[in-house]
């Protein structure tokens, strides 16, 4: 089986920058005029210091005052007008993020997901949190930073050329802080995500299991594990810390020593009347600014590290293979029938297939029981025969054409399902048993409900179709799940109608009652039921049995 290639976490982040560049090329618009603008500030200050020496009120005093108070509103305003397009680009992240999963999740092919438990796969989604606000920071921040530091340099070399040595000196220091720190810090940012979506596993765990948790007595198992989970992910907080407390460090050493440089150089330079004092004033300035740019940069990575730390969270859902979309498209037609040939299934942490060389052929309108102990293949065999997973040997033939060579949403679209792992949805009844279609209607709906057995339970909801189901079905019975799912697979109008314990636990005569309808000839389905069920042997035209992968 084919794999997507995995990516780097730095180029998940440049894809996500490419998809944004548009709005991108406006911020570092924006940012260009506010580093420019933030120069204004050192500039006038000299200016009005020298105005100021002369001891004299004038015109010229007055207007650069103006001038500099002026440009700091105007660099505010072009700080909101990027606040504004970062909001954009926040909502399209999260609206991008939630399709895309919701796209995905109902399309990843089955086999990706057998080592995953998919709801908490589902929880990378809140990375997505992450991701909106850490690239707002990174956004806003970097650029300005970086043309701050990059105008500051150019207009401190003006003053003396000490001042160009002592900037390729501060890009050196900048590239070392961000060169032999950075890497660790996102692998140990990697690290330290992975123990705490661990932790946050097992506390959902403990909440889908809270029934099996409270009746476990004295037992501290919860906490003994939780309490194992949170000590590895602290270890890797804390050797994320570290990388943090280097950054920092250098961060200082970066201060300390750029503002030792200005000061005595700068003061020597005055001394030696090479600058004047407004000159100086406006370089500290500067220096100022530059060293809080470069602070943006330092403690910016924290961020930097958690928006490819959610990047790559992200990829472990965005990463995994789909189902082909592609193919021939199947009708509805008179004769739809099945074979399936030589056909056989394995995984690969079991030696023995699930599946043998299966061979069956199922034919229009017929109605297939499938038998045989637990263990034996049976529920594989359905879902191979839904497509929900693909078979390892052998084809299935739907109307002639191999499935693998068909679209298999228009396939599904013919199938109506009833197994054994579904369960309603957190919806209304109608949404449950119609998906959406609006083909189907209230009276379609009530007269399948009647034939299931659901009359009554419709009567005494006070919203009718329109109540709403909790998820799995938590407020209503085993049996009342068991027939809403039951009557969706029949309100699909199938051409094959795949059932897996449909009638479990449903009184003798009511079972009786439902597989007669189910198997009338009227019904211009194919039937396929695996069950334990005695009352579906006299009702189906075959019986196939299975032991230990194979038809007996």
């Not at 460090?249 to 970066?254: A, H, N, S, V």
């Not at 001394?271 to 740019?293: K, P, R, T, Y």
């Not at 004769?335 to 056989?344: C, E, I, T, Y």
């Not at 109605?367 to 025969?385: A, F, M, Q, V």
């Amino acid at each position: 089986m084919s794999q997507m290639p995995t990516l780097h976490p730095w180029k998940r982040f440049l894809g996500l920058l490419q998809m944004e560049r548009k709005d991108i090329f406006q911020i570092a618009y924006y940012a260009v005029f506010s580093g420019f603008m933030a120069l204004t500030l050192p500039l006038g200050i000299q200016a009005i210091i020298n105005l100021i020496q002369g001891a004299q009120m004038s015109t010229s005093w007055v207007v650069l005052v103006v001038l500099v108070t002026i440009g700091v509103a105007f660099t505010g305003a072009l700080q909101l007008m990027q606040l504004r397009i970062i909001e954009t680009i926040q909502q399209r992240i999260f609206t991008r993020a939630s399709f895309e999963l919701s796209y995905r999740f109902p399309k990843i092919k089955m086999e990706e997901l057998r080592a995953y438990y998919p709801p908490e796969l589902a929880n990378r989604f809140f990375d997505t949190l992450t991701i909106q606000k850490g690239l707002s920071k990174i956004l806003i921040d970097v650029p300005a930073a970086l043309l701050q530091i990059l105008f500051a340099l150019l207009l401190l070399s003006f003053y003396h050329p000490f001042f160009i040595v002592f900037g390729f000196m501060l890009l050196g220091l900048i590239y070392v802080v961000f060169k032999y720190t950075a890497v660790k810090g996102l692998e140990s940012s990697l690290e330290e995500s992975k123990h705490k979506y661990k932790v946050a596993h097992w506390i959902q765990e403990i909440a889908r299991a809270v029934v099996s948790f409270k009746l476990s007595g004295k037992t501290q198992l919860a906490l003994t594990k939780n309490d194992g989970l949170v000590k590895e992910y602290l270890k890797a907080r804390e050797k994320h810390f570290k990388v943090l407390v280097i950054q920092f460090i250098q961060m200082i050493g970066f201060k300390v020593v750029v503002t030792a440089g200005l000061l005595l150089i700068g003061g020597a330079l005055v001394l030696s009347q090479e600058m004047n004092i407004g000159q100086f004033v406006a370089a500290e300035i500067i220096i100022i600014l530059v060293i809080s740019s470069v602070e943006k940069l330092i403690l910016g990575l924290e961020s930097f590290y958690d928006v490819l730390t959610s990047l790559e969270k992200l990829g472990q859902v965005v990463d995994k293979e789909l189902e082909s979309q592609e193919g021939d498209m199947v009708s509805k037609t008179d004769d739809f029938g099945l074979v399936l040939k030589n056909l056989s299934y394995s995984v690969p942490d079991r030696k023995e297939p699930i599946l043998q060389d299966i061979s069956v052929q199922i034919a229009p309108k017929s109605r297939l029981l499938i038998r045989g102990e637990s263990g034996s293949g049976k529920s594989t065999l359905l879902r191979l025969l839904a497509g929900v997973i693909e078979p390892t040997a052998g084809r299935i033939y739907i109307n002639k054409a191999a499935m693998s060579s068909i679209n298999l949403n228009s396939y599904r679209d013919l199938l109506g399902l009833s197994l054994s792992e579904e369960t309603p949805f957190e919806g209304t009844i109608k949404e449950n048993v119609s998906f959406g279609n609006d083909d189907i209607t209230d009276v379609q709906i009530r007269n399948v409900f009647s034939e299931v057995g659901l009359t009554d339970f419709l009567s005494d909801q006070a919203s009718g179709l329109q109540t709403l189901l909790k998820p799995e079905g938590k407020q209503i019975s085993y049996t009342i799940a068991k027939k809403i799912i039951l009557a969706r697979a029949i309100l699909k109008a199938p051409q094959l109608l795949i059932l897996e314990d449909p009638l479990d636990q449903f009184s003798k005569e009511e079972a009786a009652r439902i597989i007669a309808y189910l198997t009338h000839a009227d019904r211009n389905w194919s039937l396929v039921v695996v069950s334990a069920n005695k009352l579906w042997e006299s009702s189906c035209s075959d019986i196939v049995t299975l032991s230990n992968g194979k038809i007996e």
